[in-house]
């Protein structure tokens, strides 16, 4: 072992033993409702009719997730139309027309994104019935759940078509290239690309829609037969235009090709150059032409890397080995999830993306991040969390209690990271965007804070409230 190897070691046990030492109930108890304050005041501030003020399409869906993960969260004794305001928010806005009509105008990680939430609501509304049988709006569930899924199983039919396998030996485009091709048939290599967000939520929507809804679905109301009318005689009129026909039936559940398509698709990742030195997701891959002598005609290559190297893309890929493991029981599955998780520890000790186990974006220093580069360290939290609820279905006993052992060993770095985003809140109660050590300077660089740096914040400290309760050290 080198010892550049050695030292990241040494500092997660350097790590663990500062935040081990640290009082841990009376501490918890605080933290827990502090965490309920900064939620309260989150939502007062950027609720807006219909959706999150200020927020994108996909920042405000994982937003949403923030939000059912919170709900999902709140003990037995927590306050029912508290939970009922929040629920029907993020019900209404995924209800809302925008869900399904995004298709026309934005990429498939876009609506990824979406589907995600989609099922993630659908989950809830099983642990809601269980927590508030009698009540009303139990009553309503059944209902809500066939739209929910009515609306996951039209996007996710869409993104299926992102799968293209005559270029690049597969893997899912960013792009709608079908909706294109009508309009400008002479799309070039060029506009292709396979980046690696898209192709985790490709992935990950397929593992997890197998089991998130059992029955069949069909349109109700005005937009959802418009757009369902339309996809149809879309799928009919495409051979006419060169374009494959595709299935008419309904979306299928618990069709065992959805795992299909998820374990190719995360074979495909494996298999493509998309990973640095230090095994780090890029941002994905594009084709390109090459000619390999002069009398050869030119062929597509798959080699034209998008280097960027963002924290999020380290662990979108979490849901779709979580879902495998639950539906085959394979213990690959969830080491290489844990495995995907400790080499983003291991990276923000080594500088490659933070230090000191602060998680950093690369654009938080210089203070220059984007919208979308806001919201990804809050991505990070949600997916470790939701990686680390407990396993069920076919796992054995040994692969559970490996499971609960790893993801007690997280608790340390989260507790580092909610402490690190904890003191970046100003006086407004707003998290600043860079949590490392230097973020005095740099907090109100760029766009400054935003509905974005709120949620990484936020995801941080749910995420230490989740740790705690379920592993206590
Ligand atoms: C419960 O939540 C509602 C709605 O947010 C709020 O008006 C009420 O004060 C809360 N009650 C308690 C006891 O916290
Ligand atoms: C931010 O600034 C740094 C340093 O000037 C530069 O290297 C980087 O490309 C910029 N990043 C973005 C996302 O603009
Ligand atoms: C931050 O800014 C203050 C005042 O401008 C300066 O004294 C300090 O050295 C800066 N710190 C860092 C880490 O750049």
């Not at 105008?105 to 019935?129: C, K, M, P, R, S």
């Not at 984007?370 to 919201?375: K, N, T, Y």
Request: charged letters at 20%; proline letters at 3%.
């Amino acid at each position: 072992m080198h010892l550049h190897r050695i030292w990241p070691h040494l500092l997660s046990i350097t790590i663990c033993i500062v935040a081990l030492v640290q009082p841990n109930t009376e501490s918890g108890i605080e933290q827990t409702l502090w965490v309920e304050e900064r939620f309260d005041d989150f939502i007062l501030a950027y609720w807006a009719k219909g959706g999150w003020k200020g927020a994108s399409s996909w920042t405000g869906d994982v937003l949403s997730r923030l939000m059912v993960s919170y709900l999902s969260s709140q003990g037995e004794v927590a306050n029912h139309s508290k939970v009922n305001e929040i629920f029907a928010h993020v019900v209404s806005r995924s209800l809302s027309a925008w869900t399904l009509i995004q298709y026309l105008t934005q990429a498939n990680d876009d609506f990824g994104w979406t589907v995600a939430l989609l099922l993630e609501i659908l989950e809830y509304t099983h642990e809601y019935e269980k927590r508030y049988p009698d009540t009303s709006s139990s009553a309503r569930l059944p209902i809500l759940r066939g739209r929910l899924a009515f609306r996951a199983a039209f996007l996710h039919d869409l993104m299926i078509e992102s799968w293209t396998a005559e270029l690049c030996h597969g893997g899912a485009e960013w792009y709608v290239r079908t909706r294109r091709r009508f309009v400008w048939p002479s799309l070039g290599v060029r506009e292709i690309y396979k980046n690696t967000i898209t192709n985790h939520l490709y992935n990950g929507n397929n593992a997890q829609i197998y089991n998130a809804y059992d029955g069949a679905v069909f349109p109700v109301g005005v937009i959802e037969i418009a757009v369902h009318g339309l996809r149809v005689l879309g799928k009919i009129i495409r051979p006419l235009f060169g374009g494959s026909r595709g299935h008419l039936r309904l979306f299928q559940f618990a069709d065992v090709a959805l795992l299909g398509r998820a374990t190719k698709g995360i074979n495909w990742m494996d298999q493509t150059d998309l990973l640095t030195e230090d095994s780090l997701y890029v941002d994905g891959i594009r084709p390109r032409f090459k000619q390999f002598s002069p009398d050869t005609s030119p062929t597509v290559v798959c080699d034209v890397r998008g280097e960027a190297v963002f924290t999020y893309n380290q662990v979108a890929g979490l849901r779709a080995l979580y879902f495998l493991t639950q539906a085959t029981g394979k213990g690959e599955f969830l080491r290489n999830g844990h495995h995907a998780i400790q080499n983003l520890i291991d990276a923000t000790i080594s500088g490659n993306l933070g230090w000191d186990g602060i998680l950093e974006e690369n654009c938080d220093r210089p203070g220059n991040c984007s919208q979308d580069m806001q919201a990804f360290k809050g991505v990070v939290f949600l997916e470790v969390q939701r990686y680390c609820r407990a396993i069920s279905g076919d796992a054995t006993r040994e692969i559970r209690a490996w499971h609960v052992d790893q993801c007690r060993q997280y608790t340390p770095w989260i507790r580092t990271n909610a402490a690190a985003a904890r003191s970046t809140i100003d006086n407004k109660g707003a998290f600043g965007g860079y949590w490392g050590i230097k973020h005095v300077n740099h907090s109100q660089g760029g766009r400054g804070r935003t509905i974005e740096t709120q949620f990484s914040g936020l995801a941080a400290q749910l995420a230490l409230s989740f740790f705690e309760k379920s592993f206590s050290e």
